[in-house]
């Protein structure tokens, strides 16, 4: 155990001298290094919730912890995405003492599908919770099965399952074992109409191998399938989300009213799990520890100017169900629109001296179809791979005379057309954060200046 | 131009199934038939000018390799009879002797072996007689002993105990480990195809081709860079 103390007390110390910086995942790297088996040997709470998943994993962590600290908990979080060993590490060193006693009630930990295996060995969560699973980046979760893999080799026979029944794949984690929890939406909530995605991680029977026929689907693989061959279906759900209430921000579960934190259906479901997995704790007052979060601002942001809504969502770019579903919002937002779609992550310019960017296969995965929504005037799409980008838009059969190629984005507000626009939508990954600041910026400045 | 789509239901990973809706836009008299798993295959019993399989998930090649079983001769007179067959990424595996321990096709010499351990994933550059081709591996797989290699590679990191081939061709039977979709990101190779498939005047829009010359440019680049 010295090694653990020095990996402790060290780490401690890094993380005192930086000012308890949340931003920096060092202090778990230093305990890590030093003692490789710092997350087997450091306390634990008495509950601990993993979260995983391909989309919603790190909004639905945030929302758990958040409500948690509002019932007066203490706890033990990477609620920062930091969902690797480092930022794990750092979450833990936090909460205990230098004598490694545990500070916190509870722990709430984000972790990544691919590395379940041996992280969740070393947590031993009481419950897993798994949002939803679906294709992802091609270059790192290759495929759905590949993700259930990893994701098995890791779970630990204790732990009970909180998972979405609406989602085959996710549910058939549960299989062969007992004590799994499943949250759903009843269709008649679920009230958006689907359309016909391009990607579906499940076509068919796992059990008989006959093509699933579709009862209802919600959006890509997730809704109600059943096998016309043998039967197989989706398992019945434990927590139903049976309505939603626009006007008093309500949604319904199992007949329990909770304050609605987000309008869109995929932080409804974040928030139907989180409420699953809270009330199997036994956590008392969810509904008002709910009604007292924040929505985080990081993926939607909007900013009206000159009569114009600005609006900031975010699309994480390789993965296409995400894009997809932000697309999908995007359509409908009210208005006449511009669509700014800034995707693509350049990474090796500096190595190579060229632009070759990450892989372009996954945008043929995007359901852009959507784009051909009446509503939208106008597709800007910025990034050196704006030419794959226009032959998919050819192929998707959208007016390619509405679309407008920028390389660079310093460039793509020159070429805003404004004329009875009510909104621009700039759907946007996760890492340009810096760059969409500024485009928002230039878009004010062309917006004052035209009126 | 008679298209069939061998198992759409999952052999449709990485975009893949976009290579058919580019033959679409670019060929005018066509028919495509997308055969499901329990569906007799149409080259079977009519006529067909081009088989495509697309990349699929491992344990789902074991479903294509028992779903063309029962039409393995037919499947071969269609190869030796020089009628195409596409098909990319780990379809190609289910037409060698064995994946790992399991029989497959045994249409050509040569077998696959997995490596779960982690996901491959890499660019791969290549060259076919004139034809420059760009991709991209992602895969848990690779093949040795491969007796008819479809590509020379030029840069990227391949697999398999030759890794400066990839691919097998043989009359016209194309099958290459690399997923793009490939039709879209190489159109000279389709063009190609095309032609031996007496399609003529495949006019290729101006983007098509300029997204080709791009990566074409910067895969190349990278090439000098490690020359």
Request: charged share 25%.
């Amino acid at each position: 155990m010295i090694r653990f103390y020095l990996a402790l007390w060290l780490s401690k110390f890094y993380y005192f001298l930086t000012g308890h910086s949340n931003k920096d995942d060092k202090p778990g790297v230093i305990a890590n290094k030093i003692d490789p088996d710092f997350l087997k040997k450091v306390a634990k709470p008495k509950i601990t919730i993993c979260i995983t998943g391909t989309n919603g994993k790190t909004t639905t962590t945030n929302l758990v912890t958040a409500i948690l600290k509002n019932t007066n908990r203490r706890v033990i979080a990477n609620f920062e995405g930091a969902n690797f060993r480092p930022g794990i590490c750092k979450a833990y060193m936090r909460e205990v003492s230098i004598f490694n006693k545990c500070k916190a009630d509870i722990a709430v930990i984000e972790f990544d599908e691919i590395t379940a295996n041996p992280y969740l060995a070393y947590l031993k969560p009481n419950y897993v919770l798994v949002t939803n699973l679906s294709s992802d980046t091609m270059k790192r979760n290759a495929h759905t099965d590949y993700i259930l893999d990893c994701i098995k080799k890791g779970l630990n026979d204790e732990a009970s399952l909180v998972l979405n029944a609406d989602d085959l794949i996710t549910s058939s984690l549960g299989e062969g074992r007992d004590n799994n929890i499943y949250f759903s939406f009843t269709k008649e909530a679920y009230d958006e109409k689907a359309y016909d995605s391009l990607v579906k991680d499940i076509r068919i029977c796992p059990k008989c191998h006959s093509l699933l026929k579709e009862d209802y689907i919600f959006y890509n693989h997730i809704g109600k399938l059943t096998c016309p061959n043998c039967g197989y279906t989706n398992p019945k759900a434990d927590y139903l989300l049976n309505k939603i209430d626009y006007k008093n921000n309500t949604i319904d579960i199992n007949g329990i009213n909770y304050p609605m934190i987000n309008n869109s259906k995929f932080n409804i479901y974040n928030e139907l799990s989180a409420i699953a997995v809270l009330s199997e704790i036994g956590i008392e007052n969810l509904d008002q520890a709910i009604a007292k979060v924040n929505v985080t601002k990081s993926r939607y942001d909007s900013t009206v100017c000159g009569g114009v809504e600005i609006v900031n969502l975010m699309g994480k770019g390789q993965n296409a169900i995400a894009v997809s579903r932000t697309l999908d919002y995007a359509t409908k937002i009210e208005g006449n629109k511009i669509v700014i779609l800034l995707l693509e992550e350049i990474t090796e310019k500096e190595e190579y001296g060229t632009n070759l960017g990450e892989p372009i296969s996954w945008i043929y995965d995007v359901d852009f179809e959507l784009l051909k929504d009446d509503s939208v005037k106008e597709i800007v799409v910025g990034g050196t791979n704006y030419a794959d980008y226009a032959v998919r838009f050819d192929l998707a059969n959208i007016d390619l005379s509405k679309c407008k190629m920028v390389p660079e984005v310093d460039d793509i507000t020159s070429v805003l057309n404004l004329e009875g626009i009510d909104k621009i939508v700039i759907v946007r990954d996760l890492y340009l954060a810096d760059s969409i600041n500024r485009l928002i910026e230039d878009i004010k400045r062309k917006i004052q200046n035209e009126s | 131009m008679k298209v069939e789509v061998l198992y759409p239901e999952i052999a449709n990973l990485y975009g893949c199934q976009f290579d058919i809706e580019f033959i679409k836009k670019y060929v005018a008299d066509i028919e495509v038939y997308y055969t499901n798993l329990n569906d007799k295959p149409h080259f079977s019993y009519e006529d067909i000018d081009l088989i495509y399989l697309g990349h699929l998930k491992e344990d789902d090649q074991c479903l294509v390799i028992q779903a063309l079983k029962p039409y393995q001769d037919d499947l071969t007179n269609y190869i030796e009879n020089e009628k195409m067959v596409f098909c990319v990424g780990n379809a190609l595996e289910v037409f060698l002797t064995k994946i790992d321990d399991i029989d497959a096709l045994a249409i050509f010499k040569g077998y696959a072996k997995r490596d779960f351990s982690s996901h491959y994933y890499a660019r791969l550059f290549t060259q076919y007689n004139d034809l420059k081709l760009v991709g991209y591996l992602s895969n848990f797989s690779y093949a040795n002993d491969i007796e008819y290699p479809f590509a020379k590679v030029l840069n990227g990191k391949n697999r398999g105990n030759h890794p400066e081939y990839d691919g097998i061709h043989y009359k016209n039977f194309f099958g290459t480990y690399m997923i793009g979709p490939m039709f879209v990101m190489n159109p000279l190779l389709f063009k190609h195809l095309m032609e031996i498939l007496k399609v003529e005047n495949v006019k290729l829009t101006k983007d098509v081709l300029e997204a080709y010359d791009n990566r074409l440019n910067a895969f190349e680049t990278v090439l000098k860079f490690y020359q």
